[in-house]
């Protein structure tokens, strides 16, 4: 199989249904080109609801060191299309509270906002493309 080919699989009467979308929130600073940002972990409170699950294992009180992988925690979430799981994605990103390291946190939520990223228009060159995504909104 090679780039652009369509994914073969047999329609054996299965239908796909939901959209699963995942975000890795890692303690580095997007705005620095991604240097990690160890440290305490003063506060923090994961997002929920309907269609939000949280994988970690940090908690407040907890030091993020600086000899390991700077994954901090993983948020996926399901709808019923890409719009709901978008719209649950940011909402999640929203309401996550992790305070005394800098995440790429509120990276990823202006990355989920961009027009070309909801609609699924996006390829290995998309932030090269879309540098502002690195800079806080002013």
């Known amino acids: 199989m090679h780039a652009d080919a369509p994914l073969r699989y047999k329609d054996d009467g299965w239908s ?3 959209h699963t979308i995942e975000c890795l929130i890692n303690e580095e600073d997007p705005n620095q080109n991604f240097q990690p940002s160890p440290g305490l972990i003063t506060a923090y409170h ?3 609801g309907p269609g939000v699950r949280v994988d970690t294992h940090v908690y407040a009180g907890y030091t993020v060191p600086p000899y390991y992988d700077s994954l901090l925690a993983k948020v996926i979430v399901h709808g019923n299309d890409r719009e709901e799981a978008l719209t ?3 909402q999640a990103l929203d309401s996550f509270i992790l305070e005394g390291v800098t995440t790429t946190i509120p990276f990823l939520a202006r ?3 961009h027009p070309d990223f909801a609609a699924g228009n996006v390829d290995t060159r998309f932030l090269e493309r ?3 995504l690195l800079r806080p909104d002013e």
């Open 88 to 90: 649950r994605m940011g």
């Open 16 to 18: 796909l249904r939901w």
């Open 111 to 113: 990355v989920i906002r």
């Open 130 to 132: 879309e540098s502002q």
């Open 46 to 48: 994961p997002p929920g």
